[in-house]
């Protein structure tokens, strides 16, 4: 049995708001990998190893964004650098909420593979 219209539309929505900002969400696993957290300048040279270009100016942005959100926090040093810390337990959250859509996905994409296969055959 094929989803309704309603439920791919849902499903997509919720898919969107997830991957929205993948920048973000690569920003939030590194920084998860530290338990006792991050510098600033470590997620910079990091994001740049990944992506490829400089983040000057708007990695604070999705920093800011990402604390907004209180998904991280901000420590400042003796110092004055910022050293970033994941809430944890918001950090599982998202992540349970993820593998959950990605389930649903997969569970579509065998249908529609299904469906594929049947129609154009091997």
């Not at 539309?9 to 696993?29: N, V």
């Not at 604390?67 to 349970?96: C, F, P, Y």
Request: net charge neutral; hydrophobic share 30%.
């Amino acid at each position: 049995m094929s989803p309704t219209d309603d439920e791919v539309k849902a499903r997509r929505i919720k898919w969107r708001e997830l991957c929205r900002s993948h920048t973000e969400h690569d920003i939030l696993y590194y920084i998860s990998s530290y338990p006792d957290g991050v510098r600033e300048t470590k997620i910079k040279t990091y994001m740049q190893d990944v992506f490829k270009y400089s983040f000057q100016g708007s990695i604070e942005t999705h920093l800011k964004k990402l604390e907004v959100d209180g998904l991280i926090s901000k420590e400042r040093t003796r110092s004055g650098a910022a050293i970033w810390h994941a809430n944890q337990s918001l950090v599982i959250e998202m992540v349970e909420k993820e593998r959950e859509v990605l389930k649903q996905r997969e569970s579509e994409l065998r249908v529609f593979y299904s469906y594929l296969i049947d129609m154009y055959g091997n």
